[in-house]
């Protein structure tokens, strides 16, 4: 039988990895949300799905849905970050587990709350941390199992975004959580889980479009620097067209895991339909790293601010 799904925030930029993941695991999607009606997308991969411009609607359509015992089972969340919590909460109350993109919330608190709901409503949440399931990124893992000491890394991620960024929801830092949320999460999460726990972190610069840090963590030391500002990319970058720079140094060789991301989302809702997602647990501790960049003080003075750049 197939699974049946909802999906809110349909018209962003991450939905189309998700329609494809429920498409290539076989699911059924019923009834989709967004207050932008650029949904074109749905044509090709659900067609018949009911599109919703109000919220309100969408949840009485999906309330019907329950008390006619054919609601849905999952709900995936592909919303503005601020929207997440309120969303993840509408899956429990409607019987459905909830699928959401990173970050699950932004203030960490609430995901204790969010436990609380799971164990009352006897249904489980579960995020997208698709770095995980990358397979060039598990053997490096493995192999760091292997290795002594601390290696010394460093992480660089620049997206060039135009004016519109500013203006839109992801400029808003109450609504998006600000660049080390908004773009850094996923990184974030990367470290986390390849190298442990947080034990001292400095922000060397922190602005509504570039930030930049120092994290000890249990087996690395790393320098960290996220920016939407076209002007830090590297001079090949540039020439060559690019809007993007990534790159993870670890003891000064390049960790590659550029190819590969086609399928990562397919992936995790694989494991996810079996009961082997990413839960509460497993997306905390970035959460919580992120929140406490973007609160924290900015030390050292104008020496400090871009020598995390090459």
Request: charged share 30%; net charge neutral; hydrophobic share 35%.
């Amino acid at each position: 039988m197939k699974q049946r799904f909802a999906m809110t925030g349909i018209a962003g930029y991450i939905a189309p990895r998700h329609l494809k993941a429920l498409k290539d695991n076989n699911c059924e999607l019923l009834a989709v949300l967004d207050p932008h009606d650029s949904v074109g997308i749905l044509d090709q991969y659900f067609p018949d799905a009911d599109y919703f411009h109000d919220f309100e609607r969408f949840e009485r359509h999906l309330e019907r849905l329950k008390f006619k015992d054919e609601g849905i089972d999952y709900l995936s969340i592909c919303s503005p970050n601020h929207l997440h919590d309120a969303h993840i909460r509408l899956a429990l109350r409607l019987g459905a587990n909830a699928i959401c993109e990173k970050p699950l919330v932004l203030n960490p608190w609430n995901l204790d709350l969010l436990e609380e709901m799971e164990s009352h409503y006897g249904k489980k949440i579960f995020t997208i941390l698709q770095l995980r399931t990358h397979s060039t990124l598990i053997d490096f893992k493995e192999n760091l199992k292997r290795d002594e000491g601390k290696k010394n890394v460093e992480l660089t991620y620049i997206t060039s975004r135009g004016n519109w960024y500013r203006f839109s929801w992801k400029g808003d830092n109450s609504k998006s959580g600000g660049v080390t949320t908004n773009i850094g999460i996923h990184l974030f999460d990367l470290l986390l889980w390849l190298f442990g726990g947080v034990e001292k972190s400095e922000v060397y610069l922190s602005t509504d479009i570039t930030a930049s840090g120092f994290l000890e963590l249990k087996n690395a030391n790393v320098k960290w620097f996220l920016s939407i500002d076209g002007k830090y990319l590297p001079e090949n970058v540039k020439k060559q067209d690019r809007k993007t720079f990534r790159s993870i140094t670890v003891d000064d060789n390049e960790l590659e895991f550029s190819e590969g991301f086609t399928e990562l989302h397919t992936k995790v809702y694989k494991a996810t339909l079996a009961g082997k997602g990413f839960t509460i647990s497993d997306a905390r501790p970035s959460i919580e790293l992120a929140y406490n960049i973007r609160n924290s003080r900015v030390v050292g003075g104008k020496e400090n601010k871009h020598k995390l750049l090459r």
